[in-house]
């Protein structure tokens, strides 16, 4: 929208933000430019007036008024205030970190040699530290005090015994930490794209961890448990990771405890992909409670695909009327440009559900094309109901589209897999004689034993009607 820095920065800011850079802007401590004052005024005033449409004839204007228009001059003071801004988002951050405004004050003081008030200032650090919640960055905290000590201690000269250990501990707390974090986050992003890392690092770390004293650090424990369960698919590491996310469900931002959250979820999709339907339940409640409790609410907004698959998982589980309730409440809290369609799609899905094929039909011609696995989710939808209500004509063309559409659809990876064997075994189906037992039972047997099918639920349940 915005092809300069200044602008795009202006958009963002919020009322709050604008009003309060005026002030700082207005601050002869903070800016000692009129020209930058009076670039702000431009875009505060005519600028928002006018749309946020950018007119660098009247932006020159104001602030060299009566000279010929130059672009470039222009360029100066825009710049110049690009990193007036900048440095006041900075500053608001720092303004809101009580403890590292006590810890950068410890500093200034062992800079100035002052003993007392550098102990009041790392005293008071270290408590507001504890304040916080105990994530990585506390333990990074936690060891730039450690170092802020030591440093001290090295300006004085002193001779006894220094925190060199404490330094060490605390750096090695957060290392395991940010090391163990990055890695599960790596293999939840891998579970999506083909994307190769480096886990080289990890057995080794692993290894050390194994009975040690780290272990009793949530943050590191935490990812520890996440980390073996998702690569060893270990129901038992995954329960103790399940149990230290409720324990230490208030040690955490709010920000980690959705990456928490979201590492749980994608641990038991994954196990659901190949067969473990015992998850189903699990992968359900995680997504249930972390909605009504707003962990997978951010600012008011339901991601697209935790809202449709709690749908998926909930009619998976009979709980239609439930299902029917949180497709209309939370409907709302989609993001504005999915909202339509996959409110449409779901509640399609609902009414599937309930065999109101007539209803399902009439809202899947309504969803759009925009997002294509809910376009391919809507065929196949179609496509089940085509099968159960007999129509093999339509259904019969729509195999044929729909196969040729995913063939040529590249960047499916390997969901094109998933979904052409829907397309097989519904194919198959329709081609076996009604009365042949012997090769419906081979047919449902080579359904049973495929890996990674979606519907695979729908196609085994046809053998038994």
Excluded at 71 to 77: F, S
Excluded at 184 to 211: I, K, N, T
Excluded at 284 to 304: A, D, M, N
Aim: hydrophobic share 40%.
């Amino acid at each position: 929208m915005f092809t300069h820095k200044l602008l795009l920065l202006f958009h963002h800011l919020t009322g709050v933000e604008k009003r309060e850079f005026s002030r700082y802007i207005a601050s002869d401590y903070f800016n000692k430019r009129d020209d930058l004052q009076a670039l702000w005024a431009y875009l505060l005033y005519e600028f928002a007036a006018a749309g946020h449409v950018f007119n660098k004839e009247k932006a020159f204007e104001a602030v060299f008024p009566g000279e010929p228009f130059d672009e470039v001059k222009l360029r100066y003071p825009m710049s110049w205030l690009v990193k007036s801004i900048a440095y006041f988002l900075a500053m608001r951050r720092f303004e809101k970190n009580e403890a590292e405004q006590a810890l950068q004050l410890a500093t200034a003081c062992r800079d100035k040699k002052l003993e007392k008030p550098f102990q009041q200032a790392i005293s008071q650090a270290e408590k507001l530290l504890e304040g916080q919640v105990h994530d990585q960055e506390y333990h990074h905290a936690r060891y730039r005090i450690e170092l802020e000590k030591y440093a001290f201690s090295l300006a004085e000269k002193r001779t006894e015994a220094n925190n060199l250990a404490e330094v060490g501990r605390s750096l090695d707390a957060y290392l395991l930490a940010a090391k163990l974090k990055q890695s599960c986050l790596q293999l939840a992003h891998q579970s999506v794209y083909q994307v190769d890392y480096d886990y080289s690092f990890l057995p080794g770390l692993l290894q050390f961890l194994e009975g040690s004293i780290y272990l009793d650090v949530p943050a590191i424990a935490l990812y520890y448990h996440c980390y073996r369960a998702m690569t060893e698919g270990d129901e038992g590491h995954f329960r103790q990771f399940r149990g230290l996310l409720e324990r230490h469900f208030g040690e955490f931002t709010k920000e980690e405890i959705k990456d928490l959250w979201l590492l749980a979820i994608n641990f038991c999709i994954k196990r659901l992909n190949t067969g473990g339907q015992a998850y189903v339940q699990e992968a359900f409640g995680l997504y249930r409670t972390g909605i009504e409790q707003g962990i997978l609410i951010e600012q008011g907004i339901l991601g697209r695909f935790a809202y449709k698959n709690t749908v998926a998982l909930g009619l998976t589980l009979g709980q239609a009327n439930w299902v029917h309730g949180f497709i209309e409440k939370y409907k709302d809290a989609l993001e504005p440009a999915h909202r339509d369609n996959f409110y449409r799609y779901n509640l399609a899905r609902y009414h599937f559900s309930e065999k109101q094929f007539g209803q399902a039909m009439e809202l899947l011609v309504q969803v759009g094309d925009s997002d294509l696995l809910l376009n391919l989710d809507s065929k196949v939808m179609l496509l089940k109901m085509y099968y159960e209500l007999g129509e093999f004509d339509a259904l019969d063309s729509l195999l044929a589209s729909l196969k040729t559409f995913i063939r040529r659809r590249k960047e499916l990876g390997y969901q094109k897999a998933h979904y052409l064997g829907i397309v097989h075994f519904t194919q198959k189906m329709m081609g076996l004689p009604p009365n042949d037992r012997a090769a419906w039972e081979h047919l449902r047997s080579e359904i049973a034993a495929a890996e990674g099918l979606p519907e695979k639920a729908w196609l085994l349940g046809q053998f038994l009607k």
